[in-house]
């Protein structure tokens, strides 16, 4: 693993900023058609006690699988996706694809069902549809290959819902689910408010979620949860992204590090996500991200740590290379992985 992460600095470079709308069709009377997205394929090593369990190693989420001694190198193109909006007058249309949603396998094909990521329709102040919850601030998501970056400690969820949109006032209805409970009997929704300061300097969100948990043993649960996260500017082009997280989230953070149940009662969680950009050049940039989350009940405590390089040598395209590392530290188990990527945004 030594060999291979220094032959992987070396030929350092990285993939670039998240997906841009790409092509826009005016169609007149304030009407048009933008498609966008982008393809990425990754290499990506891992090797030690832990496992991804995300489509097989294919990164990491905010849970893994211990396992003995693992080494393994897959070659992926499944972050790949499209986009399109539509746009008539007041109205908005939008719409996202990617490819993690399984089927195939690695025998012939390697093919990879399509998965929908956004399906919302915007109109003035109001949003109706599956995208990210209101809960999460995605300006505060660091630049990274692993897909998500550290998912350990972050807000990162799309579902369907209701939002109200007033300035830097954000409330929303949104789908209920209780996470190793009964979701059978889960008819309230979730409730959602944030409010997003914003300047020169970046912003900074405050959020809070309330929601009604329903246990397999019939009780109903109350739980509720805050999050402080934001993008910072620091000196030229860099920045600071940050977002800590606390009381009951359950699946809102973490994803599923934390659950909202165990046994009958709601799990309560501590999440916290640091990372830094810097721009060596006006093309070249690293990006050193730290998440960790700890649990009351079930006593996980999971961290992730990375560092990487990208370089764009288009406007479009760009190379890079990530190393890191993902530890259970309740059951003393790790993993390093080493990434390869290459992106090329429409």
């Keep these: 693993m030594k060999n291979i992460i220094k032959s992987g600095f070396m030929l350092a470079a990285i993939v670039s900023a998240p997906s841009y709308a790409g092509y826009t069709f005016d ?3 304030k009407d048009s058609i933008t498609f966008g997205g982008f393809i990425k394929a990754d290499i990506r ?60 396998n690695q025998i012939i ?45 972050e807000s990162f969820i799309r579902q369907g819902q209701i939002r109200y949109t ?72 860099d920045d600071f992204r940050f977002q800590v997280h606390g009381g009951k989230t359950g699946r809102y953070v973490s994803v599923v590090t934390a659950r909202d149940l165990v046994g009958e ?3 309560q969680s501590t999440s916290i996500m640091a990372a830094y950009r810097h721009y060596w050049t006006e093309d070249m940039r690293s990006t050193v991200y730290y998440g960790t989350t700890d649990t009351d009940l079930g006593n996980v405590k999971n961290n992730h740590v990375a560092v990487n390089l990208f370089k764009n040598y288009t406007k479009q395209l760009s190379f890079g290379v990530e190393i890191g590392n993902f530890e259970m530290a309740e059951v003393n188990k ?3 992985y080493l990434q390869f990527s290459a992106k090329y945004v429409l």
């Excluded at 369990?53 to 992926?76: C, E, L, M, Q, R």
């Excluded at 549809?129 to 350990?152: C, K, R, Y």
């Design 166 to 237: 007033n300035g830097g006032l954000q409330l929303s209805l949104e789908n209920p689910y209780s996470d190793k409970g009964d979701n059978t009997q889960d008819s309230i929704p979730d409730v959602i408010a944030k409010y997003t300061f914003k300047g020169d300097w970046g912003n900074v969100s405050v959020s809070g979620v309330a929601r009604q948990l329903n246990t397999v043993g019939g009780d109903t649960v109350s739980a509720a949860g805050f999050g402080v996260a934001g993008r910072i500017k620091t000196f030229g082009k």
């Design 45 to 104: 090593t891992v090797s030690g006690d832990v496992s991804a369990p995300a489509t097989g190693n294919d990164y990491w989420i905010g849970a893994a699988s211990v396992t003995d001694d693992i080494s393994t190198t897959k070659f992926t193109a499944n972050e790949t996706r499209f986009n399109a909006k539509y746009v008539h007058g007041d109205v908005t249309g939008f719409i996202e694809i990617d490819f993690y949603g399984g089927g195939g």
């Design 334 to 336: 790790n993993s390093n």
């Design 265 to 267: 009662e709601a799990e």
């Design 27 to 29: 169609l007149g009377d």
């Design 109 to 153: 094909s390697n093919s990879s069902h399509p998965r929908l990521r956004h399906a919302f329709i915007k109109y003035k102040n109001i949003t109706v549809g599956q995208t990210w919850t209101t809960f999460m601030n995605t300006s505060a998501i660091p630049e990274s290959a692993d897909f998500g970056g550290p998912l350990v400690a």
